[in-house]
């Protein structure tokens, strides 16, 4: 048959992660297939085998040998009723598995097979329709209220058992014919069985989608009729087509993500984000999954009762002004997320997004599959194609960038943007930067100085009025999250610029200003009356004005969370040089701001980022793991990213000495060598003079109580083995700068994850943004374990999902999770009774309500791990805690619970159904 192991069209498969069953279910994509090889035009052969022909081959026997269960898997294959929309659904949109029409054939597969086609139709499946969407039911003749029970794909009816009360089913024991023949379930062919239920679910959903589209029967005009014109146990499996749940986007060839709706109100969802999907099982393995906590409850009950939650296409445009266009069907189904990337098509001309829909339902009419919905209802997720890093292995882009690298094919928008961001920060000289830098941490200081619990704010508001100016509050800019929020707080600047300078001149007259106050206010004024600052301000509103109109689909987008491009090696590093250069003005413990000379050493320390010893295959060794350096970064350029320790040393640890000096407060000498010499003689002394200051310095960077303690025990096996080494005598006599550049630089000492991140925060990070630079190290993270194929909006939920997880992020492999994910035992049920899923369940009914009801008492979650990101993105300005009227037992029960599942994933804290 010529078949290779890559090709998508050979066959669709189903894995059925429900090991009970035992079985892998087969199904087969018989229409006009679609040709994702690169190398093929789509115009693959149509198998038109009438379903009259030569009687089907029976069930496979595992006992045989593989090439004869090959030849018969090929000839069941080539038997089965042939439908021209069966391409067009569900089973069409599985990720198939290739391999078994390789000759390396797997013979369990083809036992599961066979086992589960002898139980296809078993007394509980027939007993029930409610899970056998292939059977409808059929008012009695007689019409005396009951119903008979008929196939919908050969309109058999049920015999012995073929009526039924409304209280019940009766067990059919048969299959009749229109003919009259009876066929007895045990000798009733099992492939022939197989097939009415496979291709009825096409069937059967084609037929609803085009009675949703009015295009079907007169009597059904409306969803609402539609939906009651079934029983309610069929209701539930309905696809609804016309009702989006969810947004699917940027789907190329292989990679692909779900996100929120735009418009929640109308529209329900889960934020799924599937990742790498590729034609095989390890594809299927890497779908990545992040449950965001809106509406768990709902949710829950469709998904697993087997809902095909939606039905998606999206669009496309590169930045060069050609067109491609894509679509996926997305859905669960035996409860995997599954996903058909269709195929994407190069066009001429600039065409709207409506233009680009008509054509790709064009393109699908062609391969004989019906479109429901021919308007575009996809509005701005059509513009919605973000930055990605995939590979192209199923389909021919013809997609150069701007870099001529073929490595790094990016699409339109983040593609743009990107062009944006190297603009400003690759032609940017030293002390633009430095002026640039100066805006940035005034916007950060102005928010606090005017912010909502000061009598400030109002003052403010009164001199603006007074000045004949409209009053704006001015909004943070350190925790915000997209371009255009930063742009809205520099506008607000701008705008309100001689009030906010009179307000802050009468402050400064204040008789309650402290010392501190009066210092920080004082630093302030010069920054905001120097000569640049105005001239800076307006720069800088161009700039996010620019990225602003590139990026008009983040503000939209719920699920990417992050500033768009956040990923991108230039953009991390352009931010970089904002917040985290030789200049640290935006240092949390820095007092002299702007205190540094321009001049100092910016232009010659952008450049000392060199490569570690080479390994010998053009890379970087860092723990273990090789990285490979952007190939048109070179030591000359402005920009230059590395995870290496050298980056690391020279960033971040270049100001050690400053922070760290013994005649600073007392709480930073614990970071010194002189105090950590003093431990050296009784071990024990470490929990006495270093524990109880680290633990204070790590509470006020934010962490959780389980994060300061491992962090503690990371640091104090660094010191410990710092203490040991044969030089510490030497080594104690280092400034604090040349200790840790030694110990961070020696290969011998295990440096984590967790301590370099608390250094990073220490010394560079904004003030106001410990969640911004918590996603920076985790990313870096991510990125270094060789997960470039990922896009943004996949990484981010990896990110997500690691955040939360209650454990080491070293020890943790998301993939491992994922696989996980899909193969548990047992029905993946919500357990509504257990504390945990009440908990929270329970935080986001008050979550909702929290608008309408007055708020209680603010209650300090203890159990930060199992929250989710999601919770804060309402609000970012909202910095209070969670409410929670939960009395004292049901704490105690949840904390319980809680130190049961400490160790479970997070999909098992959800689904808590063993």
Sequence with gaps: MGISNNCPRTANFILNDNRKRQGEVIHRNDAKRTHLDSGHDGDSEVNEIDSTVTPIPTSINPKCTPVNQINSMIQIRNHMPSLPTFDAMILASMPPLPHLWNRQLDTSILRHVALYQSSLFSTSVMQNPTVSPWLEHVPDSKDNGNYRLRCKWCNAFLANGNRRDRKGYKQPSALMTPGGMLHDKKQANDNELLTHASNDVHLDALDYAKECAGQ????????????????????????????????????????????????????????????????????????????????????????????????????????????????????????????????????????????????????????????????????????????????????????????????????????????VVKTLFENTGPADIFEIRRVMLSLGKLAKLFGSKTIWRERL?????????????????????????????????????????????????????????MDDLLDLIDIMKDKNYVSTLAFMLDFYEVLDKFSMWAQKDSATRLNIGLFRQRF????????????????????????????????????????????????????????????????????????????????????????????????????????????????????????????????????????????????????????????????????????WATILLDTKIPWTAGLRGLFKKLMIIPSGSVRLETLFSLTGYVLTKGRLSLDVCTADSILTIMMNLPRDLTHWDPYLYVLNFLSQDGFRTADFNSPMYKKLLRKDTTERNRIAEAPQTPFEDEDANVEMMDETDEDDDDDDDDDDDEDNDSADAEQEAMENVEDLSLFQIYWDGN
């Design 216 to 419: 079907g029967d007169a009597r059904k005009t409306s969803l609402s009729t539609i939906r009651k014109s079934y029983p309610p146990q069929e209701r539930y499996w309905i696809p609804e087509i016309n009702l989006f749940k969810m947004a699917v986007d940027h789907i190329q060839s292989n990679t692909a993500i779900a996100r929120w709706p735009q418009r929640t109100r109308n529209l329900r969802g889960i934020d799924a984000n599937i990742g790498y999907i590729h034609h095989t099982t390890e594809g299927l393995k890497k779908i990545m999954t992040s449950i965001a906590p809106y509406e768990k409850s709902k949710l829950f009950m469709e998904i697993n009762k087997g809902n095909p939650l939606t039905v998606m296409v999206d669009t496309y445009q590169d930045v060069k002004g050609r067109h491609l266009l894509g679509v996926a069907f997305m859905m669960w189904y035996q409860k995997v997320p599954c996903i058909k990337a269709y195929r994407l098509i190069k066009l001429g001309g600039d065409l709207t997004s409506q233009a680009m829909f008509d054509a790709l339902v064009l393109e699908m009419e062609k391969d004989k599959i019906d479109v429901a919905v021919k308007s575009n209802l996809v509005g701005l997720a059509a513009d919605g194609a973000a930055v990605n890093l995939g590979i192209y292995e199923s389909i021919s882009t013809e997609l150069v960038s701007w870099t001529g690298r073929s490595l790094e094919k990016v699409w339109c928008f983040g593609h743009r943007v990107n062009l």
């Design 461 to 517: 508001r009164e001199q603006a009025e007074r000045d004949g100016l409209r009053p704006k509050n001015i909004k943070k800019i350190t925790t915000t999250r997209w371009a255009n929020d930063k742009r809205v707080a520099l506008v607000t600047v701008q705008y309100m610029y001689p009030s906010i300078i009179k307000t802050m001149e009468d402050r400064k007259d204040y008789p309650g200003t402290t010392a501190a106050q």
């Design 572 to 739: 991390l590093s352009g931010i970089r040089r904002l917040f985290a250069g030789d200049l640290h003005h935006l240092g949390v413990f820095l007092r002299e701001v702007g205190s540094i000379d321009v001049g100092n050493s910016q232009t010659e320390n952008l450049y000392i980022y060199e490569n570690d010893e080479d390994d010998g295959n053009e890379g970087v060794k860092y723990r273990g793991i090789t990285l490979k350096e952007d190939e048109d970064i070179t030591s000359e350029s402005f920009i230059r990213l590395s995870n290496s320790r050298k980056i690391f040393l020279a960033s971040v640890l270049q100001q050690a000495g400053r922070y760290f000096k013994e005649d600073e407060d007392m709480q930073y000498r614990i970071f010194h060598p002189i105090s950590i010499g003093q431990t050296s003689g009784n071990p024990r002394s470490m929990d006495t003079i270093v524990k109880p200051p680290f633990i204070a310095v790590v509470t006020k960077l934010g962490y959780e109580e389980q994060e300061r303690n491992e962090l503690y025990r990371e640091y104090k096996l660094v010191i410990d083995l710092a203490i040991a080494l044969p030089n510490f005598a030497n080594l104690q006599k280092l400034s604090a700068q040349a200790f």
